[in-house]
């Protein structure tokens, strides 16, 4: 046994201990526990194999910034891949399971990729897979994905729920280590709104795994009593299992809170993980610093871990990584995890020391080699030894663990976020955080703090500071003291050279010294080259750990400074979140709000199919028993319409109520056409342009009284229509007095259309509703029998004797019920938008598929509308340009095939006969188009090159996408009663 | 013959999962409120806001410059559009059907709330009485606090379903139960 549980310390509960599986075999843990440290208290070196080369790989740190010992963690739906075992909290009956090897972790197959390495370096996919160019997608980039790659996702539905959160905070502080617990408590008991977020299931940081004495106690026993007093505080939310991953504009914090991911078993009524938009008028970032692995060759074998780790390992978890270790650093960190070994028993057998001279002194009885440095490590699926040297003398050392420390960078990953590069400084040795301005600033080990003492102080000062700038009196914190610290300067050693084994820099990729060597030689210098060729930095862990000895590397190799290297961008995330929590709730048919008129219930019971309109579900067609395709449904409404009568939910239509003396004049202005002499008590087709003299949108509006209008819009349109309105209103014509108000929501608008509709509707209506009381184009509020009080509006948009009936929402349903039982006589039925289209093709109207953004009014026939006499409206000025008025302009005509029965498809293209077909002979397209009962036969709306000039000439559609070419006739697009008779019945 | 026309809330279907008493967290949808669009016109703003602060038997909420929403649930809708429209300077669209008014209240309404809308809810921030527009479950709404722990939501009545139910499933975890006032 060489890993193993001490019998004593660590901040684990020893009484509670819980039985999880890894590779199917069942292990022991205790409470407080993550995956790692139980793995290591079982002995469990080994966990996982490396990306490209499948190496066997154990653990290199105890914290987020870790590259291999990446798991799959649960089974079944809940299984999740690429899990950092230093991270994942343990909990009884947990499945975990290795990655990337077949058929066994022990014995991997993929290993083989190792002794082709020479043949598999940075560029080699480049460089080999490119030709045949259509082999990468079939070929190539299947066989790499299978041999190399991470873990598997389950590709069923995940069967938990996600929530997203907004939290507002005077002060987040990111980070509950020595800096952040100081800074909280400092704001909390200033009186601030404080939130203190930390990614660990425990709260404390480096305070949980340093051996130190604050204020007489242990640090862990001063991180639980600060963190009891903050919980005290009404004032301050802990967020512990959260970790902040990103900082986005105006002072927002992503971050996602692990709500049940250590549960054995998950409340229904908890989400699995919740998103959180957190608000701060300030944040300080306490999130630490990294400790750096040194590059030398072999340092990948299981066994090697930073010395920060392994003391992290025995004083947090009781875990001693080995039973006889070696020490490779080059500054204070390694000689503190020495000292803590030896105190616990645990044999340290040589400190080697990259350093001519140093300051520390290595604890009695332990030999340091100075000036020395690892060039080769022993042993298979751990480290076995080690060969040292030292002024060209190699040696042998006995070791099954090495703890290596290249010195520490700052975290600043969030700071750099939005555009800022972390800075060099040659005095740390480290790239620094950017100043980002006042509101976000980094405390302690983040800002290069380097004792436990310097972050509470840090911590404390930079939270009184921002008190002082929000208005709070800070609180005057007194610093304990602290007994025990180490010194962690160091002197940087980048790469150990002349190493015969791989000496790896990003662990994740399987990136090593050679590597970035070659992209130097072909010309990838630039850092953000560099990444790409080789990879380095581009895996699940982006670079944490690798990505600093990188830049120092290719600095040495080009013989300047890292600071003149710099670092790649940091983006958001910090570490990698689910599509579970970015979606939230968000899923499924809640992945957008549902909108539903007034009338759905009705549509319902009456066998409507729905169609999704925006967010709208509008009746498309009801289907009646024995109608097998929707098409027999649709050409049976379209007949009984134009027979009988029929009923349409409208309701989705955009309804704007518009007040004011100024009412008719600004709407004089917005249409193209005329409307200062609308009457009251009618209603007008109105026709809105863009200023560009481009149609914006159409519908029709009523005036109910002197200054009281409604106006309709198309259903698409409706919040657009209204935006427009507020800003021709605020800012071309304040002088005109006219408010405006969205009541779509207050009416369900009813199509009562046919010949038969005024026979039915005089049976639900109180008021004289004849063709002379009620003629053409008549609004009026009407009184229904029973005394409810409604809107009245005599327009079409079928070409049918047709009344648009509006009721209170609530009555909607009644009334349309009413409707069809005055109806069942005349044999009315309901209709949906799919018939609804179908007679607005016959006649010729157009909708957004004719006004697509493209067409002027005289494109679709409406030229006419344009009241050139008037002042001014919208897109007059622009609609005179040349290109609006060319001859050649594509417009608006009607088409039927030359053979009946060949069907003409929407989209299609239109060619001169026997021309080519090719994009160089298009003439124009099919906007609409339909199978019309009523005439027998298929019918299109098209926009044709010079079209209204072509009425006769043969042309043919042609539909690349299905492969076929109908011969049409060019006709009106008026393909039924062109004389209006049936409107004015 | 005379019509038996039935008014049927959109939230009728949506709430018959629901039985039993309200838990400490509970939504109530008031059935048949009265709620107008109040509009001033060009200048009157400032007389409008102070002549809508003495109505009776009406809350008022802001809804942008110059536009309120006027909601009573003892007043009818004559009455309240009587009073209304004796304020000169002003004009007035109904909504009692186009809206929904819901109230929700209890010990974690804030917690429930920070989930539906990403205005901040502190009683420092948003006091009582205050009422603004804000997106709310992704659709626009007025929210206004009418207590400590009382919030009522005013959202447009064709996304009502669809907020009731992502305002329930946010309640979940705080058993929040759901019914109409009068039930």
């Known amino acids: 046994m060489t890993s193993y549980r001490l019998d004593a310390g660590g901040a684990i509960n020893r009484a509670q201990a819980l039985t999880f599986t890894f590779d199917g075999q069942s292990f022991k843990g205790l409470d407080g526990d993550t995956v790692a440290s ?126 997203k959160c907004w939290a507002h905070c005077d002060l987040l502080v990111i980070g509950a280590g020595p800096a952040g617990l100081m800074a909280a408590l400092v704001a909390g008991r200033s009186g601030a709104r404080v939130i203190l977020a930390d990614e660990s299931f425990t709260l404390g940081g480096s305070l949980l795994s340093e051996n130190v004495a604050i204020g007489e106690t242990p640090a862990s026993e001063f991180a639980k009593r600060t963190i009891e007093e903050l919980a005290s505080l009404p004032n301050v939310t802990l967020m512990p299992r959260t970790t902040v991953f ?57 066994g090697v871990m930073t010395a920060g780790a392994v003391r992290s390992y025995l004083n947090r978890y009781g875990v001693a990584v080995g039973s006889r270790l070696a020490i490779f650093t080059n500054g204070g960190s390694g000689y503190r995890t020495a000292a803590d070994l030896t105190a616990r028993g645990i044999k340290v057998t040589a400190i080697i020391d990259a350093r001519q001279q140093a300051p520390d002194l290595g604890p009695d009885g332990v030999r340091v080699i100075r000036n020395g440095a690892v060039v080769a490590t022993k042993g298979r699926h751990r480290l076995e030894s080690l060969i040292a040297e030292r002024a060209g003398f190699q040696e042998v050392i006995d070791c099954d663990a090495l703890a290596m420390s290249g010195g520490w960078s700052p975290i600043v990953h969030l700071m750099c976020q939005r555009g800022a590069k972390p800075i060099w400084s040659e005095e740390k040795q480290a790239f620094m955080a950017p100043n980002v301005g006042g509101a976000f600033v980094a405390a302690g080990g983040a800002h290069g703090a380097d004792t436990i003492y310097a972050c509470l102080r ?68 630039h850092i953000e080259h560099t990444k790409r060729y080789t990879t380095s930095g581009m895996a699940t862990d982006q670079g944490k750990l690798g990505n600093v000895n990188t830049a120092g590397i290719v600095a040495g190799m080009r013989g300047v400074s890292p600071a003149e290297i710099g670092t790649t961008t940091f983006r958001p995330f910090y570490t990698p979140v689910s599509f579970g929590a970015l979606a939230g709730a968000a899923r499924g048919e809640h992945a957008a709000p549902v909108r539903t008129s007034p009338l759905h219930g009705w549509a319902k019971k009456n066998g ?12 498309a067609w009801f289907a009646k028993e024995g109608e097998k395709t929707w098409r027999d449904s649709v050409d049976r409404e379209v007949l009984n319409v134009r027979a009988n009568a029929g009923l349409c939910d409208v309701s989705t239509l955009g309804k704007i109520e518009i007040f004011g003396a100024g009412a008719a004049e600004f709407l004089n202005r917005v249409y193209c056409n005329g409307f200062l002499k609308l009457p009251v008590g009618k209603a007008r087709y109105g026709l809105m342009l863009r200023e560009d003299g481009i149609v914006f949108d159409d519908g029709t509006t009523s005036r109910l009284s002197e200054q009281h209008y409604v106006m309709t819009t198309t259903t698409a349109y409706a919040a657009e229509v209204m935006a427009h309105l507020e800003f021709c209103a605020q800012t071309f014509w304040p002088e005109l007095d006219v408010r405006f108000v969205f009541v779509t929501d207050e009416w369900a608008q009813m ?24 003629s053409f184009l008549a609004v009026r509020t009407v009184t229904l029998r029973g005394g409810l009080k409604a809107r009245l509006f005599r327009i079409s948009f079928s070409g049918e004797l047709a009344y648009e009936l509006a009721v209170p929402a609530g009555y909607g349903e009644a009334v349309a019920d009413a409707i069809m039982e005055a109806g069942r006589e005349e044999a009315i039925c309901a209709y949906g938008v799919e018939a609804l289209n179908v007679l607005r093709i016959e006649k010729g109207f157009v909708t957004h598929n004719e006004l697509d953004g493209r067409t002027t009014a005289d494109d679709v026939g409406l030229g006419k509308m344009m009241a050139m006499q008037k002042a001014d409206f919208i897109g007059k000025r622009l609609s005179t340009r040349f290109g609006l008025t060319a001859a050649d302009r594509l417009q608006l005509v009607g088409l039927k095939p030359v053979e009946a029965d060949k069907e003409i498809k929407a989209g299609a293209h239109l060619l001169k006969e026997n021309a080519k077909p090719s994009l160089a002979n298009d003439q124009g397209f099919v906007s609409s188009a339909c199978f019309s009962p009523t005439l027998g036969g298929f019918i299109a709306l098209a926009m044709l090159k010079s079209g209204r000039e072509r009425t006769g000439e043969h042309i043919v559609v042609w539909d690349a996408l299905r492969g076929a070419e109908v011969p049409a006739e060019v006709c009106q697009p008026v393909f039924f009663d062109p004389d209006n008779t049936r409107l004015h019945l | 013959m005379a019509l038996n026309l039935l ?171 759901a019914s109409f006032l009068d039930a």
């Not at chain 1, 008190?467 to 709070?472: A, H, I, N, T, V």
């Not at chain 1, 409507?608 to 009746?619: D, I, K, N, P």
């Not at chain 2, 920070?114 to 901040?120: E, F, G, N, Q, S």
Request: aromatic letters at 8%; one cysteine or more.
């Open chain 2, 7 to 177: 008014h049927r809330h959109v939230l009728e279907d949506h709430i018959l999962g629901f039985h039993g008493g309200a838990n400490p967290n509970h939504l109530s949808v008031v059935r048949r409120p009265v709620i107008f669009s109040v509009l001033a016109h060009a200048g009157r703003e400032g007389q409008v806001r102070e002549a809508l602060a003495k109505a009776e038997d009406i809350a008022i909420r802001a809804c942008g410059p110059s536009e309120w929403l006027a909601v009573s649930q003892t007043a009818g809708a004559e009455h309240v559009a009587a009073q209304l429209s004796a304020i000169p300077g002003v004009s007035l669209a109904e909504q009692s059907d186009g809206k929904v008014l819901m109230a929700i209240a209890g010990p974690s309404v804030r917690r429930i709330l920070a989930k539906c809308v990403a205005v901040d809810l502190h009683p420092d921030v948003f006091a009582e009485g205050q009422s603004a527009n804000m997106m709310c479950c992704h659709v626009v709404a007025n929210l206004a606090r009418t207590g400590a722990d009382t919030f009522e939501i005013i959202v447009p009545r064709s996304f009502a379903g669809s907020v009731f139910e992502e305002l329930t499933e946010m309640g979940r975890e705080h058993a929040l139960t």
């Open chain 1, 38 to 163: 139980a793995l290591l208290a079982n002995d469990q070196m080994l966990m996982a194999r490396s990306f490209k080369y499948h190496r066997p790989r154990g653990v290199v740190t105890a914290g987020s910034s870790e590259p291999n010992a990446l798991l799959t963690i649960g089974s079944g739906l809940r299984a999740e891949p690429n899990a950092r075992a230093t991270v994942t909290e343990l909990y009884d009956g947990l499945v975990t399971t290795s990655q990337n090897r077949w058929p066994s972790l022990k014995t991997d197959i993929g290993a083989v990729n190792g002794l082709l390495s020479p043949f598999l370096g940075a560029g080699f996919y480049y460089k080999t897979f490119m030709w045949p160019a259509s082999f990468w997608e079939k070929l190539y980039e299947p066989l790499i994905r299978r041999a190399a790659g991470l873990g598997k996702l389950v590709l069923q539905p995940d069967p938990d729920r996600y929530e």
């Open chain 1, 458 to 525: 840090d911590g404390a000062a930079k939270a009184a500071a921002m008190m002082g700038e929000l208005g709070f009196s800070a609180y005057q914190a007194t610093l304990p003291e602290v007994e025990g610290e180490y010194d962690p300067s160091f002197a940087p050693v980048w790469y150990v050279p002349g190493a015969k084994d791989k000496a790896f820099v990003d662990f994740q990729n399987d990136v090593h010294v050679g590597d970035l060597g070659i992209a130097q030689r072909e010309g990838f210098r």
């Open chain 1, 751 to 774: 199509s009562l259309a046919g010949p038969k509709a005024r026979i039915i509707l005089s049976r639900i209506v109180e008021d004289d509703i004849s063709n002379v009381a009620f």
């Open chain 1, 608 to 619: 409507a199919t729905f169609v999704e309109s925006g967010l709208w579900y509008r009746s």
């Open chain 1, 246 to 302: 990103g900082w986005y504009d105006d002072m927002v914090f992503g971050a996602v809170e692990r709500v049940q991911k250590h549960v054995a078993s998950p409340s229904p009524d908890l989400p699995m993980e919740r998103l959180w938009r957190i608000v701060a008028k300030r944040a300080i970032l306490a999130s630490g610093a990294e400790e750096r692995p040194l590059v030398f060759g072999g340092n990948d074998k299981p």
